[in-house]
């Protein structure tokens, strides 16, 4: 499958509250989606195929040297293809290029799939937030990738 990183746009919105809802049962609203991309301390990319479909999405914060991941999420139909890696993997290089400590996220402790992905992309298990999660109530696993100064 084709498609292209890309800084999300305010255009890409309607597809990125679509996929939202078909991805995560507590969706971040269109209004917080909007104001992510209007941060300047964040880095929201889009995966785009040649119409312009959005495939998936990632948003990155970051305090001082330290990276926390929003969200990830690729369409159910687009999963298994590299989208969610090729995102991670542009994070990583983004980490390394501005000198970050390391970078995190939550996921769901029963998201075996996501669990697996994160591991082979080096982040390792660093806690857990009990109850983190509502539209199920369940902890979040809390991973990490570290990054290594030379």
Avoid at 44 to 56: E, H, Q, R, S, Y
Avoid at 65 to 82: S, T
Avoid at 93 to 121: D, Q
Wanted: with cysteine; aromatic share 8%; hydrophobic share 45%.
């Amino acid at each position: 499958m084709d498609y292209r990183l890309l800084p999300a746009l305010p255009a890409h919105l309607d597809q990125l509250e679509a996929m939202e809802r078909a991805c995560f049962s507590d969706p971040w609203s269109r209004q917080l989606l909007a104001d992510l991309l209007a941060l300047e301390n964040a880095r929201t990319i889009a995966a785009v195929d040649g119409d312009g479909t959005v495939l998936g999405y990632a948003s990155l914060q970051t305090v001082l040297d330290e990276g926390y991941i929003n969200n990830l999420a690729v369409l159910p139909a687009c999963r298994r293809l590299g989208i969610a890696s090729a995102l991670l993997e542009d994070f990583r290089r983004f980490g390394e290029a501005k000198g970050l400590a390391f970078l995190t996220l939550e996921v769901r402790a029963s998201n075996a799939p996501a669990i697996a992905l994160y591991t082979k992309h080096g982040y390792t298990q660093a806690g857990r937030r009990k109850n983190y999660y509502s539209h199920p109530k369940e902890d979040a696993i809390l991973m990490t990738l570290e990054f290594t100064k030379a």
